[in-house]
């Protein structure tokens, strides 16, 4: 509870309090004068020596009552008001650290609107997310952002990637279809086919490049992957809501959420999985990983060869892609 609300609630009772206290005394103070006034126009006597006397006492009563009230208030204020006060901190504080325990692990710490460039304050709290981590999972399309980031940071990280499979026509038609409806009802969709099977590429050469920032890369290729994109590391987990209905973009709603989250832990699990999957084609990348055994994988897992010529191409490619993003999102590196 906000130390100014309870300053509120204890003042409001201290008037409480006061205003009782002034009222008694004022009536026995207004009940003594008449009294003394009463008994002045009375002729001596036994009637007038009882309002005087009513009168005194009254008086007397009200002083002595005040007195002591002044002196008492404090102590007793203490007594009851203080605990009562307390108590209601206490319980306020436990109810307070319930919603704050329920908010962390079911709301989102930050929300990032869709937007048509990449937000510069989006990128900025997730590179601080990376540079602390130790680990880097990453679940989308390509894997062209998460090479980047990876150039982008002075670190080195675990890294966990999974990205469609190029093989598959089913793990393209997902992300056709929303770049369709981005771009109108007269796409073609072959050709944004041809250009998400070139994004995948490209982003397998770009982390490949960036194998000396991290001690291992995983790559596991899938026929189904989620629509949405899931960036996690070690104290947060990014969702980037590719499936949300509204408006499509280029950089959609993202919501962050904290480690003690129920999202986080989820979405772990759900890593796991897919890392589990028996039959789930993979491609390994480490420092020590030539390109001839990239090219090997990378024939492997995209169907297609990988010379010299095309490798250079897929580099440039990516080196474009990785500085107009870089430029636009303000990162360093």
Known sequence: MPADATGIRTTRIQELFWTRTSLLLTTLVVVSGLAFWISSALDPGTGKNLLTALATGTMVSAVVGFGQTLITARATREAMLDPLVEESRKALRELSDEYRSLNQEFF?????????????????????????????????????????RLLAARSEWEVRVVVADPQERSAISGRARYIARREGAETDLDAIGERLHDEIRIGLVGLFLARSRCSRIDVTVVADPPLDRVEMFDDSVWITLFSDPAVPSPYPRT??????????????????????????????????????????????????????????????AFHGFRRDFSAKAELEG
């Open 108 to 148: 989102p710490t930050h929300v990032f609107e869709a937007s048509v460039d990449p937000d510069p304050a989006f990128n900025a709290l997730m590179m601080q997310d990376l540079r602390r981590a130790r680990t880097y999972w990453f679940r989308g399309f390509s894997g062209r952002y998460a090479a980047v």
């Open 255 to 316: 919501l962050r959420f904290a480690e003690s989250s129920f999202i986080h832990g989820m979405e772990r699990a759900d890593f796991g999985r897919l890392h589990a999957t028996r039959g789930a084609r993979r491609l390994v990348i480490t420092p020590e990983t030539s390109r001839a055994e990239f090219a090997a994988q990378f024939a492997q897992i995209t169907g297609t060869p990988l010379s010299d010529d095309g490798f250079a191409e897929l580099e440039a």
